[in-house]
């Protein structure tokens, strides 16, 4: 689970939604407004400006002139005194005339403080903006001096002032954005020789090399260095985890030398739903395992120790692994074709684990502890595979209380109403199905999926029905009864109806009267300033794929797009699945080459030094939008920044650190392969094929025989980030350029398109991905049979979900629906018109390939 998901799920229980939604509406804004701060909802002083940007309501003096980077304050508070702080905070600054901005909310300052949100952004609650290091210096003794005693979590980012709330960071004061090492768009600073680098903004404080610390800070940075670990009583070896709540260690006790497990709780940090924070939930912690003692399914207490004002609990070091890891060794839905021997061995293992992890369940129930946080992440199997032992207690309470769930991992969410046992029983119910089908966390979008993956999974194992319609009925108990008839309204690969079905859940979705976005994607949405527009997570990728698969024109949407892109917002990137190029050549293929012209203009009116060379955001796809704006509208310029975009481009490929089509060589790659392909040029050529092999060597071969993208601790087959990507380009090399290298490759990266199971359906980073590869590439032999292609079509019916009566699939993570090309329902109805088309369909620059049986000498044979 990425945790940064989460924050966008509470906005709307559809889709994923900003944070700051909760309290701006439309839907529910009367009553929510209530949850605003009182001086959110104030006038704005005379002489001042306020204005919102995403969490912040900022407010500045009119006349108030602020350098573009500076040392900037931060205050932070708890729930209970945030007000009251905020009260003092505000009078302080508008009467000294010092610009600041502040979180206007209490839910979005519990959401900044909960256990899973950002740690480098967690407890900032007020910013304060001096305009030199002189009045930074004499506002931070004020604030200081105005806060004395406030109790308030520490800003890991940040240097604390004393012991107080008052925190302190260099950093920038405006919104500028340039491209870190991974080819990521970052809040940038500039350096003394005026390139603009990140702005880090990580969970630990650092001060830029080119800074020197004003001298005031001195005594707080030495009280910094002054904490250390060197006389504990346990050694830290490794950490195991972290969260905003603190991290979990692996530890050696220094007398005994025994291995522990080491849990580290901040305070007034990582909040709860009940608000509980770390050092109350480490506290829990320990009374129930206290409690569950002598158990032999539960850890044993070692000790507690603090460092500063931080609590650590010492547990025992329990062997083995996560239930999670063993999807990876062990479930044979990995495989192409698992035969019935294989999945009834699975079968069998499943049903034992399973009855294992309820035997530990009824066992700590017996000592009137409830878990409240079963998943597969909080079970941890022996090397023998025969006994299991339940771990993270930091959400148990006694039975008989009967709390409500306050931490809880998306798949094993249990619904408002259970408390108690029920939490656990519900989540026992999860795991039955999770086990076969690790799809649970669509179950809070729609309980009665439940019963489709029920099915799904009587289909393909040996279980007994009875084991899975006991889950069904404990997941769905206080629902009403669904219709009887199929689950999704039309199959996936029943085209063009299933095509018909995805467009009206597209249309259902559509929110003309927002101005950030038309249609709900991915979170990266809100990420970078205009992406709801983008052709990756926007209006310009789903405009894309219905015009691509022959649906009507949606003209209210193009409308919205050229309205939105009239005047483009300071700081819109200008790359192709992330910004204006790709909205560029969209708006061209939809009719308004007036509008696709003005805005390549603007994005060669950008500086392109210090962007990434890569195809998602970088120069590959910029080079490859104006390339083709220059062909299509007549305009020879654009070809020349095209070749300016290609030498850049040239230059930075060996620099690369990932591998895959977005974010790799492979990008850059399929830019000197269009390239060569208009001009003749065999240097391009000679560049596309050190590319490819620059992301091959990256790879690694299974035991299998299939070629992925090896990322150091997983290995990734998928069409963004992963081999699917690199084997969609090798295509288009080889059409024109033999190597039998190069050609073993391609068909080692078929064989890894050809899992019975993939965890998500996108276009990215899933099944969609599959689908679109299979059904384009002209890789000869097994694998690329129209059998192979509607495997994986029959797998995305796992993970629909009807919306309002249609087809629809939910976005990353699996924790809402979204509707964008990158990640959603837009990706999913682009690879199943490419199947339905033969590869007539396709993601820009990568139409069918070209099949030259002629394409020059082999190389490397």
Same mark, same amino acid.
């Given at each position: 689970?990425?945790?940064?998901?989460?924050?966008?799920?509470?906005?709307?229980?559809?889709?994923?939604?900003?944070?700051?939604?909760?309290?701006?509406?439309?839907?529910?804004?009367?009553?929510?407004?209530?949850?605003?701060?009182?001086?959110?909802?104030?006038?704005?002083?005379?002489?001042?400006?306020?204005?919102?940007?995403?969490?912040?309501?900022?407010?500045?003096?009119?006349?108030?002139?602020?350098?573009?980077?500076?040392?900037?304050?931060?205050?932070?508070?708890?729930?209970?005194?945030?007000?009251?702080?905020?009260?003092?905070?505000?009078?302080?600054?508008?009467?000294?005339?010092?610009?600041?901005?502040?979180?206007?909310?209490?839910?979005?300052?519990?959401?900044?403080?909960?256990?899973?949100?950002?740690?480098?952004?967690?407890?900032?609650?007020?910013?304060?903006?001096?305009?030199?290091?002189?009045?930074?210096?004499?506002?931070?003794?004020?604030?200081?001096?105005?806060?004395?005693?406030?109790?308030?979590?520490?800003?890991?980012?940040?240097?604390?002032?004393?012991?107080?709330?008052?925190?302190?960071?260099?950093?920038?004061?405006?919104?500028?954005?340039?491209?870190?090492?991974?080819?990521?768009?970052?809040?940038?600073?500039?350096?003394?020789?005026?390139?603009?680098?990140?702005?880090?903004?990580?969970?630990?404080?650092?001060?830029?090399?080119?800074?020197?610390?004003?001298?005031?800070?001195?005594?707080?940075?030495?009280?910094?260095?002054?904490?250390?670990?060197?006389?504990?009583?346990?050694?830290?070896?490794?950490?195991?985890?972290?969260?905003?709540?603190?991290?979990?260690?692996?530890?050696?006790?220094?007398?005994?030398?025994?291995?522990?497990?080491?849990?580290?709780?901040?305070?007034?940090?990582?909040?709860?739903?009940?608000?509980?924070?770390?050092?109350?939930?480490?506290?829990?912690?320990?009374?129930?395992?206290?409690?569950?003692?002598?158990?032999?399914?539960?850890?044993?207490?070692?000790?507690?120790?603090?460092?500063?004002?931080?609590?650590?609990?010492?547990?025992?070091?329990?062997?083995?692994?996560?239930?999670?890891?063993?999807?990876?060794?062990?479930?044979?839905?990995?495989?192409?074709?698992?035969?019935?021997?294989?999945?009834?061995?699975?079968?069998?293992?499943?049903?034992?684990?399973?009855?294992?992890?309820?035997?530990?369940?009824?066992?700590?129930?017996?000592?009137?502890?409830?878990?409240?946080?079963?998943?597969?992440?909080?079970?941890?199997?022996?090397?023998?595979?025969?006994?299991?032992?339940?771990?993270?207690?930091?959400?148990?309470?006694?039975?008989?209380?009967?709390?409500?769930?306050?931490?809880?991992?998306?798949?094993?969410?249990?619904?408002?109403?259970?408390?108690?046992?029920?939490?656990?029983?519900?989540?026992?119910?999860?795991?039955?199905?999770?086990?076969?089908?690790?799809?649970?966390?669509?179950?809070?979008?729609?309980?009665?999926?439940?019963?489709?993956?029920?099915?799904?999974?009587?289909?393909?194992?040996?279980?007994?029905?009875?084991?899975?319609?006991?889950?069904?009925?404990?997941?769905?108990?206080?629902?009403?009864?669904?219709?009887?008839?199929?689950?999704?309204?039309?199959?996936?690969?029943?085209?063009?109806?299933?095509?018909?079905?995805?467009?009206?859940?597209?249309?259902?979705?559509?929110?003309?009267?927002?101005?950030?976005?038309?249609?709900?994607?991915?979170?990266?949405?809100?990420?970078?300033?205009?992406?709801?527009?983008?052709?990756?997570?926007?209006?310009?990728?789903?405009?894309?794929?219905?015009?691509?698969?022959?649906?009507?024109?949606?003209?209210?949407?193009?409308?919205?797009?050229?309205?939105?892109?009239?005047?483009?917002?300071?700081?819109?990137?200008?790359?192709?699945?992330?910004?204006?190029?790709?909205?560029?050549?969209?708006?061209?293929?939809?009719?308004?080459?007036?509008?696709?012209?003005?805005?390549?203009?603007?994005? +060669?009116?950008?500086?392109?030094?210090?962007?990434? %060379?890569? !195809?998602?955001? #970088?120069?590959? =796809?910029? /080079?490859?939008? &104006? $390339?083709?704006?220059?062909?299509?509208?007549?305009?020879?310029?654009?070809?020349?920044?095209?070749?300016?975009?290609?030498?850049?481009?040239?230059?930075?490929?060996?620099?690369?650190?990932?591998?895959?089509?977005?974010?790799?060589?492979?990008?850059?790659?399929?830019?000197?392969?269009?390239?060569?392909?208009?001009?003749?040029?065999?240097?391009?050529?000679?560049?596309?094929?050190?590319?490819?092999?620059?992301?091959?060597?990256?790879?690694?071969?299974?035991?299998?025989?299939?070629? +992925?993208?090896?990322?150091?601790?997983?290995?990734? %087959?998928? !069409?963004?980030? #992963?081999?699917? =990507?690199? /084997?969609?380009? &090798? $295509?288009?090399?080889?059409?024109?350029?033999?190597?039998?290298?190069?050609?073993?490759?391609?068909?080692?990266?078929?064989?890894?398109?050809?899992?019975?199971?993939?965890?998500?359906?996108?276009?990215?980073?899933?099944?969609?991905?599959?689908?679109?590869?299979?059904?384009?590439?002209?890789?000869?032999?097994?694998?690329?049979?129209?059998?192979?292609?509607?495997?994986?079509?029959?797998?995305?019916?796992?993970?629909?979900?009807?919306?309002?009566?249609?087809?629809?699939?939910?976005?990353?993570?699996?924790?809402?629906?979204?509707?964008?090309?990158?990640?959603?329902?837009?990706?999913?109805?682009?690879?199943?018109?490419?199947?339905?088309?033969?590869?007539?369909?396709?993601?820009?620059?990568?139409?069918?390939?070209?099949?030259?049986?002629?394409?020059?000498?082999?190389?490397?044979?």
């Amino acid at each position: 689970m990425i945790k940064g998901y989460a924050a966008f799920c509470d906005a709307d229980p559809h889709f994923y939604d900003a944070p700051h939604r909760m309290n701006t509406g439309p839907a529910g804004a009367a009553d929510r407004r209530g949850e605003q701060y009182e001086l959110a909802l104030a006038p704005v002083p005379e002489g001042w400006q306020r204005h919102r940007v995403g969490d912040w309501l900022a407010l500045r003096p009119v006349d108030c002139q602020l350098p573009e980077q500076g040392w900037k304050i931060h205050v932070s508070a708890c729930l209970g005194n945030a007000e009251s702080v905020l009260a003092r905070v505000s009078t302080y600054c508008q009467e000294q005339r010092v610009a600041y901005k502040f979180v206007p909310s209490r839910y979005l300052l519990h959401h900044r403080n909960a256990k899973y949100a950002d740690r480098a952004a967690s407890g900032k609650f007020i910013t304060v903006y001096p305009s030199d290091d002189e009045r930074c210096h004499h506002v931070a003794e004020d604030l200081a001096a105005l806060l004395d005693g406030e109790p308030a979590p520490y800003v890991l980012s940040d240097l604390r002032w004393g012991s107080g709330p008052v925190h302190l960071r260099y950093g920038s004061f405006t919104r500028r954005h340039c491209y870190d090492e991974e080819g990521e768009l970052r809040p940038a600073v500039r350096r003394p020789d005026g390139r603009l680098v990140p702005d880090l903004r990580g969970p630990a404080f650092r001060i830029p090399d080119w800074i020197e610390p004003p001298a005031f800070l001195a005594p707080h940075l030495e009280a910094r260095a002054a904490v250390t670990v060197g006389e504990l009583p346990y050694a830290v070896e490794s950490a195991l985890h972290f969260s905003n709540g603190g991290g979990v260690y692996v530890g050696r006790d220094r007398a005994t030398g025994e291995k522990v497990v080491l849990k580290e709780a901040r305070p007034h940090a990582g909040l709860a739903a009940d608000g509980a924070d770390a050092v109350a939930r480490l506290r829990r912690e320990q009374e129930a395992l206290e409690r569950l003692s002598g158990l032999g399914c539960t850890p044993e207490v070692r000790g507690t120790f603090s460092v500063g004002d931080h609590q650590f609990l010492a547990m025992e070091f329990v062997e083995g692994r996560p239930l999670n890891t063993f999807f990876a060794r062990r479930h044979p839905l990995i495989e192409s074709d698992p035969g019935p021997e294989a999945l009834a061995e699975y079968t069998a293992w499943a049903l034992r684990i399973h009855r294992l992890v309820e035997d530990a369940v009824h066992a700590v129930h017996a000592r009137g502890v409830v878990f409240n946080d079963l998943h597969l992440f909080n079970i941890m199997v022996s090397d023998d595979e025969q006994s299991v032992t339940l771990i993270d207690f930091e959400a148990a309470a006694p039975i008989d209380e009967g709390r409500r769930q306050t931490v809880a991992n998306p798949g094993f969410v249990a619904p408002a109403d259970r408390r108690g046992r029920d939490v656990d029983r519900y989540a026992l119910a999860c795991l039955r199905l999770a086990l076969f089908l690790p799809l649970t966390s669509l179950l809070p979008l729609d309980r009665a999926k439940a019963r489709h993956l029920a099915d799904i999974a009587a289909e393909q194992f040996p279980v007994d029905r009875r084991f899975l319609d006991e889950a069904v009925e404990e997941i769905t108990r206080g629902t009403a009864r669904p219709a009887a008839g199929p689950y999704l309204p039309v199959e996936p690969g029943d085209w063009p109806r299933s095509r018909d079905s995805m467009v009206r859940a597209l249309l259902a979705s559509a929110t003309p009267e927002r101005d950030d976005r038309f249609f709900p994607g991915d979170i990266a949405q809100f990420a970078t300033t205009g992406g709801g527009a983008t052709f990756g997570y926007g209006t310009a990728g789903v405009l894309y794929a219905l015009a691509e698969t022959g649906a009507d024109p949606h003209t209210e949407a193009e409308e919205w797009l050229l309205r939105h892109t009239k005047a483009p917002e300071s700081g819109t990137p200008i790359g192709f699945y992330d910004g204006l190029t790709g909205i560029a050549w969209t708006l061209d293929r939809l009719g308004h080459p007036e509008r696709a012209l003005e805005l390549a203009e603007s994005a +060669q009116a950008r500086p392109w030094e210090g962007i990434a %060379p890569d !195809l998602h955001g #970088g120069l590959a =796809g910029v /080079g490859l939008a &104006l $390339d083709s704006l220059a062909t299509t509208t007549g305009t020879p310029a654009l070809h020349e920044a095209a070749r300016r975009c290609a030498e850049l481009v040239a230059e930075a490929v060996p620099g690369i650190t990932r591998a895959g089509l977005l974010y790799g060589a492979s990008g850059p790659a399929l830019l000197f392969v269009r390239l060569y392909e208009r001009t003749g040029d065999t240097t391009l050529l000679d560049r596309a094929g050190d590319a490819l092999r620059q992301d091959l060597a990256r790879c690694v071969r299974s035991a299998s025989g299939t070629l +992925q993208v090896d990322e150091g601790w997983r290995t990734m %087959p998928y !069409l963004g980030a #992963g081999s699917v =990507g690199i /084997g969609m380009v &090798l $295509d288009d090399y080889l059409a024109h350029r033999a190597d039998a290298d190069l050609e073993r490759a391609r068909r080692e990266i078929v064989r890894a398109a050809q899992a019975t199971f993939y965890a998500q359906p996108g276009l990215f980073r899933g099944a969609a991905g599959m689908v679109l590869h299979l059904s384009r590439t002209t890789a000869p032999g097994p694998g690329t049979t129209p059998r192979d292609v509607r495997r994986q079509i029959d797998a995305l019916t796992r993970h629909a979900v009807p919306h309002e009566g249609h087809l629809a699939f939910p976005g990353e993570q699996m924790m809402r629906l979204s509707m964008d090309l990158a990640t959603g329902t837009a990706g999913c109805l682009l690879a199943l018109g490419s199947a339905a088309s033969g590869g007539d369909v396709h993601l820009p620059f990568l139409p069918p390939p070209r099949r030259n049986p002629q394409a020059g000498p082999v190389q490397g044979s």
